[in-house]
């Protein structure tokens, strides 16, 4: 089974000019192409956490979203929702928090697709790096115990500037971290905030930043993405 997996940070879907643009987002989204996008800034982060992204306007894609919302308006928590392609099945899926000292979180699916139950963490770190290994060290500990054991993938916006130091050294060697590339700001894109992280039964494939003219303009980050197999 192959994949193709995507992180995009949407900025709340306010542009690179300034402008709100949800059908912006919808349309980069559909030139990703996608099998499972971790979106974060999806929604708005005060009162009802009322999604950026109208329904009316996803139901009209190729996926749905993760039903992990707390709240009727919001598609995620704390901003991270999951979408998935339609013909996949949700057989779990949970909003995760995290430890900070400002709202954040993460979101967690088990997906099955074509014989083969994987599990998808997105999320969106801290900008203290003391934090992000906190954050970093929670997270693999609810996924080393979540049960039953699968394949795992865990992805979003790091905040973290070198991939060799600081949160990525917490993970261990049962795990491969991706570098898809350079994806903040978006115009003349200089940090490596956006990543993956692997478990080892992924073949990758492919890897790589979505550098197109309208991605360059939607948002602030542009989208990372990867091909990945099982066999």
């Not at 600081?166 to 905030?193: H, N």
Request: hydrophobic share 40%; charged share 25%; with cysteine.
């Amino acid at each position: 089974m192959r994949l193709k997996l995507a992180s995009y940070n949407i900025h709340k879907a306010v542009g690179t000019d300034r402008r709100r643009d949800p059908a912006r987002i919808i349309a980069v989204l559909r030139e990703l192409n996608a099998d499972v996008i971790a979106l974060q800034e999806a929604d708005e982060r005060l009162g009802e956490r009322e999604t950026v992204l109208p329904r009316a306007a996803l139901d009209d894609t190729p996926w749905k979203v993760v039903p992990i919302a707390r709240r009727p308006r919001s598609i995620g928590w704390h901003g991270n929702a999951l979408l998935v392609r339609r013909s996949m099945t949700i057989a779990h899926c949970e909003p995760l928090d995290m430890p900070t000292l400002e709202p954040r979180g993460a979101v967690c699916a088990d997906l099955e697709h074509e014989g083969h139950l994987f599990r998808i963490v997105g999320t969106h770190l801290d900008l203290s790096g003391l934090r992000r290994r906190s954050q970093v060290r929670h997270l693999l500990g609810h996924m080393e115990a979540a049960t039953p054991a699968c394949p795992e993938v865990l992805m979003g916006d790091f905040n973290q500037w070198r991939s060799s130091a600081g949160a990525m050294d917490e993970f261990g060697p049962q795990w491969r971290a991706l570098s898809p590339g350079r994806s903040y700001p978006g115009v003349r894109p200089i940090a490596r905030f956006d990543r993956m992280v692997v478990s080892k039964s992924w073949r990758i494939v492919e890897q790589g930043v979505h550098h197109s003219a309208l991605a360059t303009r939607a948002s602030d980050h542009l989208p990372i993405w990867a091909a990945l197999e099982l066999p």
